[in-house]
């Protein structure tokens, strides 16, 4: 996804849009109105609803029925998402956001249930969610007329039919799409909470990701084959995310019982720096100590991190009246705990695409630092532990780079 802006909040979540959902709504109002004389007789065969395509397909109508069905289908969308929330919340698990994009929502829960029951749960909740919408939408298709027949023209009864009569069809067709086997959509979460009733979470992540990897390019190529680049993005998203939470669940199961307290350099070994120490001097002591980073201390307290990078920017024949305190890094140092998982100092180094960050105890003491090294270290004995193990993870190779959020719905 790309950039998102908060809209609001529903239930304590807050509820993003992403900017592709503005770039896609059009079209999809566009796709719709263009093909209301096509769909009015599908949806009289299919509700044994009376609807005139005469009256639809005049003027600015359909395109006012192609934006109102867009709309709609989005806000069934966000209840779909609401529903995985909503279960995940009952048992115990925060969400971070929902959010609507290009190729429809995602609820960002805080953490992975891992317990099958649960995430089968979670993962229908949203289709069954969907099914409900889909029946609604049938009832007030058939309720419509006789209930709209004293206030409104026939023209407005057909336009109302229509849109909620095509929004039974859409919800229903939703909630089939999601229930498909591809990882890591509803059906593949529903797969992976199956398999892993009698195998590993991440051997059961493994095998989902590898069926909706396979699913993803069936999608694809039929999508090549049909024209359809709306499926291709579908099949493209469903591939990279499956390959992608794969990745997480192999990173998360090798640094298992590894706490940041296992990988970090102690606190009484830290190589620190005074904020007055020129940065000439400073060169020269990363050139002999061969560390391209130091916690700045005064007084026994750290205020701030100085970096090589800091460093680059001062020009050679400043070097000697500039200090540390002039460069060091002191707004928003990343930090963690002693007793945080791996994990943890996993996405707090790639945040900010940082080498290394500082490890602080409940009293609010340096307790040590880990650095990028310490965490790849760690994991490249995670991956053999976990090989060794057979829990079915990747070897160092499959560590590239995962997202350091929570799972996506």
């Known amino acids: 996804m790309f950039k998102s802006f908060r809209i609001g909040s529903v239930i304590g979540i807050p509820v993003k849009l992403d ?17 209301v004389g096509e769909l009015v007789p599908i949806l009289n065969d299919l509700f044994g609803t009376e609807i005139a395509a005469e009256a639809l397909t005049d003027g600015s109508t359909p395109w006012v029925l192609g934006t109102v069905a867009a709309v709609g289908l989005f806000a069934s969308v966000f209840l779909h998402e609401l529903g995985h929330s ?32 649960q995430e089968l749960l979670i993962a229908i909740a949203g289709p069954i969610v969907s099914v409900g919408l889909g029946v609604a939408f049938y009832a007030l298709a058939v309720v419509a007329p006789a209930a709209l027949d ?14 909620v009569a095509y929004l039974a069809v859409l919800n229903v067709v939703l909630a089939a799409f999601n229930m498909l086997p591809g990882f890591p959509m509803d059906g593949g979460r ?14 059961a992540t493994a095998q989902a990701a590898q069926v909706g990897k396979w699913f993803a390019l069936l999608i694809g190529l039929f999508g090549v084959l049909a024209l359809n680049f709306i499926l291709v993005a579908v099949a493209f998203f469903i591939y990279i995310a499956a390959a992608a939470e794969a990745r997480q669940t192999a990173l998360q199961a090798a640094v298992e019982g590894i706490t ?44 701030g991190i100085v970096t090589l990078e800091d460093v680059r920017a001062v ?20 930090t963690v705990a002693p007793d945080d998982d791996a994990m ?66």
């Not at 996405?347 to 695409?353: F, G, K």
């Open 315 to 334: 020009p050679p024949e400043r070097r000697e009246a500039t200090t540390v305190e002039d460069v060091m890094t002191t707004d928003e140092l990343e």
């Open 150 to 163: 004293a206030v409104a023209t026939a023209a407005t009864i057909d336009a109302v039919v229509f849109v």
């Open 260 to 303: 940041v307290r296992d990988m970090m350099t102690p606190g009484d070994e830290i190589d620190t720096v005074e904020p007055t120490l020129p940065v000439a001097e400073l060169l020269d002591l990363m050139l002999h100590q061969r560390h391209t980073g130091y916690p700045v201390l005064r007084g026994g307290r750290i205020v």
């Open 86 to 117: 909503v279960v995940a919340i009952r048992y115990g698990f925060p969400i971070d956001s929902i959010t609507l994009w290009l190729l429809g929502g995602v609820a960002q829960l805080s953490e992975q249930p891992r317990e099958w029951r």
């Open 190 to 203: 529903v797969l992976r909470a199956l398999l892993s009733r009698n195998r590993s979470f991440a051997v």
């Open 344 to 409: 943890a100092a996993l996405a707090a180094l790639q945040r900010n695409d940082i080498g290394r960050v500082l490890v602080f105890d409940d009293g609010g003491d340096l307790a040590g630092l880990v650095t990028r090294t310490d965490v790849v270290t760690a994991l490249d004995i995670g991956f053999v532990r976990a090989a060794g193990s057979h829990l079915g993870v990747p070897g160092p190779k499959g560590r590239a780079d995962p997202p350091p959020e929570g799972p996506r719905w």
């Open 19 to 35: 900017v592709t959902l503005l770039l896609i709504l059009p079209v999809f109002a566009w796709l719709i109105a263009f093909q």
